[in-house]
């Protein structure tokens, strides 16, 4: 059957990290706040995806619970919020990143291409061979999930989308540990997770009280403490 | 039963107090608290003292004299800055600066929000020193900033929030990178002790089989864990959060970011260093440590010669000693290993107390500015200005005051591991920070008098500062038996052999 064969999960899987990878990029590319959250909920839903396939390929039924997590809080219960609150405070609904788009597109192929080169130094092809052993390309766009996350985390100087570019980063994240090792043991994963939702409320409420205080979003004006 | 006593006390204190309507309970509530989590924190050593290692429920907690150490010292800060918390706040309370609007009852919401949160920050600290599991440790680390957060934008201004935007969002870079080097370290256990059960995580159960783990992978998770947990110790480059927080907190709250939770970040980072150094041998985490903590000591420099703040001088400070730190760590061996202990001991300590002092200071004089300030502190505040100047003096090293034995160490284990250029830079950075510190501080506490009113402001305030100042002077000349016990013991886990 296709559904029990291991080479077309692994097809599968391969085919919605690179979906993540674009969609990764295409948030780089793309300047409407918005649409970004968007993506950002999509590229959940994938995860949640890859994290149900993992999970039904390797009967491993804990990462289940970990797909539902995901789905829930991180596709859609996070982009709501960020979306009203972005809806709320009706900031100029555009990136503005420092460098400009063309660049930006760049240099996030460039990360990409390092963490090719940081995942071969994982790849055995002794073990490649063997059930269950996910192709070392999910490794490589884990990387670059992380990485394409920092680099957004700089070139923006709006509050909201640093929080964004943060999430896209902790993306990655789990990413690279479903997909290493099939998930953290349960209790740790879904501690991670709390913690995770929490900070991304507590920094959400963060931006909120910046945009009352000082009239904009714009992290680059919280310049008072020096030295 | 002590390690969950310990956890217990001060969430309880916590859910006890979000009901409470007045601020006179909730402050016997928070003190219990302190004294309670500090008996909890010594009955946990005497265990640990007596029979090596305490566990609760299948080692999920797990105790030994390196986490005992660091629980006894959160436990220390927690309950001296309690007294002085609630004298610091009824001072607040008394300039009505909760109270805007002039209508009154605001301080009592206000306060517990700090009330509340100080013991749920407390328990995460706690968590942090015994859990076994890595990821429960990341976890804890997590809630650690998630629980401060709040505390640093207390007061509420531009400038708070501003502190607290930088401390949020560097510390969750700085943790997701703790996170992947931790998702690394379960990848190479995984291979080796397969499994999905919790204990794949567990320390004890790594470092028991440390040395067959895949090298690469280690080493990539060590540099990740050292960026992340680096973040939250406030090590360079990654300090930049740290002044900024330190100096738009409560005062008590600093005393506790700048010492415990610093503790708590360079405990976890240990716990990988003796994972790295048993997979990789000593060398490799050893030269990462001495950079950065060359690095951060280096970095204070610079900042403390032209400090214009004293709450920002005390944060590059704490900068400055997480640095020294990490460079014992990184001189390793058994003295260096002791050394970083019995700094972090010594300096968890004495920051306290400066950062009391300058509390003290920063509410008479209502600014805390080194170039404004007129000076002259000594005429108007009888007991906490000489505090300063000696706390000043124990914090850089100098003779008679513990850290000098400690920083002695260091360099004895620097000599000892043939890194004599570390040293000599090490000592020049020192000297220089000793300088700059001491010429600020003395242009404070001295001077003529500045015609502001003398008088220390309550008991409350002055008394943990006298207290301080005493075992700072003992621990000058005799550290108790136990407690030398508790860091030889913890000395010994982190003495990686070649």
């Known amino acids: 059957m296709l559904f029990e064969d291991p080479q077309f ?5 391969t085919m919605m990290a690179a979906a993540l990878l674009v969609l990764q990029i295409m948030m780089v590319a793309q300047r409407w706040l918005i649409t970004n959250i968007r993506a950002f909920g999509v590229q959940s839903f994938l995860l949640a995806c890859i994290a149900a396939t993992i999970a039904h390929f390797n009967h491993a039924p804990h990462i289940y619970i970990v797909a539902v997590l995901t789905l829930v809080f991180k596709a859609l219960l996070l982009p709501i919020v960020l979306e009203r609150l972005a809806l709320k405070i009706e900031i100029r609904q555009e990136i503005e990143p420092f460098v400009n788009v063309p660049v930006s597109v760049i240099v996030s192929g460039l990360l990409t291409l390092l963490a090719y080169v940081v995942a071969e130094s994982f790849h055995r092809p002794e073990e490649a061979a063997g059930p269950g052993r996910l192709g070392h390309n999910t490794l490589a766009v884990a990387i670059a999930l992380f990485l394409i996350g920092f680099f957004m985390m700089v070139n923006r100087r709006k509050a909201l989308t640093q929080v964004l570019a943060l999430l896209c980063l902790e993306n990655g994240l789990f990413l690279a540990a479903i997909s290493l090792t099939y998930g953290m043991p349960l209790i740790v994963e879904a501690g991670i997770f709390f913690d995770v939702l929490v900070a991304t409320l507590l920094l959400a409420i963060l931006s909120y009280r910046i945009r009352e205080t000082f009239d904009s979003m714009d992290v680059s004006r919280l310049s008072r403490l020096r030295g | 039963m002590a390690i969950l006593v310990l956890l217990l006390i001060p969430l309880l204190a916590s859910a006890a107090t979000v009901p409470m309507r007045s601020v006179r309970q909730m402050e016997l509530v928070y003190l219990l608290s302190a004294a309670g989590s500090f008996l909890a924190a010594c009955w946990l050593a005497g265990e640990v003292l007596r029979s090596g290692t305490v566990q609760w429920g299948d080692g999920f907690l797990y105790a030994d004299h390196l986490s005992a150490l660091v629980a006894v010292l959160t436990a220390f800060v927690y309950l001296v800055s309690a007294p002085y918390a609630v004298g610091y706040f009824r001072r607040d309370d008394e300039q009505h600066v909760f109270d805007e609007t002039g209508k009154g009852g605001a301080s009592a919401s206000k306060l517990r929000k700090y009330y509340a949160l100080t013991p749920v920050f407390g328990f995460s600290m706690f968590l942090v020193a015994v859990s076994n599991n890595l990821g429960v440790l990341w976890i804890a680390v997590e809630s650690t900033t998630l629980a401060s957060i709040f505390l640093v934008t207390f007061y509420g201004g531009r400038t708070s929030l501003e502190a607290a935007w930088k401390y949020a969002i560097l510390g969750g870079v700085g943790l997701s990178m703790a996170l992947f080097g931790t998702v690394l370290t379960y990848y190479a256990a995984h291979q080796i002790l397969g499994g999905e059960s919790l204990n794949v995580l567990n320390w004890s159960v790594l470092a028991a089989s440390a040395s067959q783990f895949d090298k690469t992978v280690m080493r990539l998770s060590f540099i990740l864990v050292l960026l992340g947990y680096g973040t939250k110790a406030g090590l360079a480059p990654m300090h930049t959060w740290k002044p900024d927080a330190y100096s738009e907190a409560p005062a008590p709250v600093a005393a506790l970011m700048a010492t415990a939770v610093v503790n708590c970040a360079l405990y976890a980072l240990a716990r990988f260093y003796v994972l790295t150094g048993r997979c990789l041998g000593p060398s490799f985490a050893s030269h990462l440590l001495i950079l950065f903590g ?48 019995l700094h972090m001991t010594f300096h968890s300590v004495t920051k306290p107390l400066l950062f009391f002092c300058a509390g003290n200071a920063q509410q008479h004089t209502g600014n805390d500015s080194l170039r404004r300030g007129p000076g002259g502190l000594l005429h108007s505040l009888p007991v906490s200005a000489p505090m300063f100047l000696l706390a000043a003096l124990a914090v850089t090293g100098t003779p008679p005051f513990s850290m000098f034995q400690s920083e002695f160490m260091i360099l004895r284990a620097g000599f000892a591991a043939h890194q004599v250029g570390s040293v000599v830079l090490f000592v020049a950075l020192v000297v220089a920070i000793f300088c700059g510190f001491f010429y600020h501080i003395a242009n404070l506490v ?22 301080l100042s005493l075992i700072i002077v003992i621990l000058g000349f005799w550290l108790p038996a136990p407690l030398y016990a508790l860091v030889d013991g913890a000395a010994r886990i982190l003495a990686v052999q070649p």
């Open chain 1, 9 to 13: 999960g692994n097809k599968l899987i």
């Open chain 2, 294 to 341: 060359l690095l951060s000591v280096g970095i204070a420099v610079p900042f403390i010669l032209v400090q214009g703040s004293y709450r920002r001088l005390l944060a590059y400070s704490s900068i400055d000693h997480g640095g020294i730190m990490v460079l014992g760590l990184g001189f390793g061996g058994p003295l260096g290993a002791l050394g970083m202990l």
């Open chain 2, 446 to 467: 001295f001077g003529p008098a500045t015609g502001l009113p003398r008088g220390e402001f309550s008991r409350w305030k002055t008394f943990p500062v006298i207290g």
